[in-house]
């Protein structure tokens, strides 16, 4: 044994936290456990094209401690570890959701990124996920880009987002780094405007249910650590671990979330 079983309980608990803070996709997308860690495909719940979806071998981010790290009296420096090594988790995690997104999406454009051409395609957009039966306060993921022309000074003086939210019954917006990194194939996506059924506070999805919504994440391993073994030479003293999840994105209504692209 590297660790003793409330070391590791500590540990897993330290990921969790940490993915749960970190990960836009858990954040804005509700999940659901498979309850079988070795389950290798789930059903979309797509009505209007059933299929099988894989779910992804673990993602994992590997790292390694020394022993002293590992037996230390206090666990401090492992826990510095896992939390480093958990926020590239979110990232690879987000990377990857969002970019199947990118993928499926019906593709809202405007012209540029002034105030009144986004609030004309935010107001397209959530038009169409109202088409669609998702009328309760929807979630706005925005890239960096996105992000700074939305939160603009108006000529009024007050944050645009007091301007392009209400209008369009957006309770959340979000920031996140995986959308600056994923090729433009017709455009540059700025955004996506997650659609609702139920009402969600901001950052809250990981706690609703994913029943009634458009996209969930089916969860087959549980963002957490797991301990490989004494690292291969010449690492001498020092132990494998990896910080991980297993997950399937399930795209069960297509018409649920809608991609705002800046054109090239």
């Known amino acids: 044994m590297y660790f003793s079983a409330e070391r590791l309980a500590l540990a897993n608990r330290k990921v969790l ?7 836009v996709a858990w954040q804005a997308i509700p999940h659901w456990d498979t309850g079988d860690p070795s389950q290798t495909q789930v059903p979309n719940d ?31 420096l492992l826990l510095a570890n896992v939390i480093a090594n958990t926020v590239k988790l979110a990232t690879k995690v987000d990377k990857a959701v969002f970019t199947s997104l990118r993928t499926a999406a019906p593709m809202e454009q405007f012209v540029s990124l002034g105030t009144q051409d986004m609030l004309n395609a935010l107001i397209k957009a959530r038009a169409d996920v109202e088409t669609a039966g998702y009328r309760a306060p929807s979630c706005l993921v925005a890239n960096t880009k996105g992000y700074t022309e939305l939160t603009k000074l108006t000529s009024s003086g007050v944050p645009g987002t007091d301007v392009l939210l209400p ?21 540059d996506a700025v955004a996506y405007l997650l659609g609702r059924r139920q ?50 994105l399930r795209i069960k209504d297509a018409n649920g979330y809608v991609a705002i692209l800046n054109p090239l």
Do not use: H, W
Request: net charge negative.
């Open 46 to 76: 797509n009505v209007t094209a059933p299929k099988f979806v894989s779910l992804t071998p673990p993602v994992t981010v590997p790292f390694t401690v020394s022993l002293a790290v590992a037996i230390a009296p206090t666990p401090d």
């Open 167 to 187: 209008p369009t019954n957006v309770n959340c917006l979000q920031r996140v780094a995986a959308l600056e990194t994923i090729p433009p194939s017709t455009g």
């Open 199 to 248: 009402r969600i506070a901001c950052g809250g999805a990981m706690d609703a249910s994913p029943g009634e919504e458009a996209l969930d994440l089916a969860v087959s391993i549980a963002p957490s650590m797991e301990v490989v073994g004494e690292a291969i030479p010449p690492n001498i003293n020092t132990i494998q671990l990896n910080v991980r999840l297993g997950y399937a």
């Open 17 to 23: 936290e940490t993915f749960e803070q970190c990960s």
